[in-house]
């Protein structure tokens, strides 16, 4: 009734191919509706275009090149209310 080296370790196989299949399928789901998040935390969009043209809208409106209102507009079409 004694175990040899195969069977002995089976169980660790089994464990790391079920966690496998579990993360696949968590990033599956994830991905396919739209849960992942990449770069700056933003959804899938070009998140580094977005950024930058975020960073652009936000140095403008520090050296004074549009109003207040215009970059809380341009700030809204961006996405990036907050």
Same mark, same amino acid.
């Given at each position: =009734?004694?175990?040899? =080296? @195969?069977?002995?370790? =089976?169980?660790?196989?089994? #464990?790391?191919?079920? &966690?496998? %299949? %579990? *993360? *696949? +399928? !968590? !990033?599956? %789901?994830? /991905? #396919?509706? @739209?849960? &992942?998040?990449?770069?700056?935390?933003?959804?899938?969009? /070009?998140?580094?275009?977005?950024?930058? +043209?975020?960073? !652009?809208?936000? $140095?403008?409106? /520090?050296? @004074? $090149? &549009?109003?207040? $209102? $215009?970059?809380?507009?341009? #700030?809204?079409?961006?996405?990036?209310?907050?």
């Amino acid at each position: =009734m004694g175990f040899d =080296m @195969g069977t002995g370790w =089976m169980w660790l196989f089994w #464990l790391l191919l079920t &966690i496998g %299949v %579990v *993360l *696949l +399928a !968590v !990033v599956t %789901v994830r /991905a #396919l509706g @739209g849960g &992942i998040t990449r770069g700056d935390g933003r959804d899938g969009r /070009a998140s580094g275009e977005q950024s930058r +043209a975020r960073q !652009v809208l936000d $140095e403008r409106y /520090a050296r @004074g $090149e &549009i109003s207040t $209102e $215009e970059y809380q507009e341009r #700030l809204r079409v961006l996405g990036g209310d907050s």
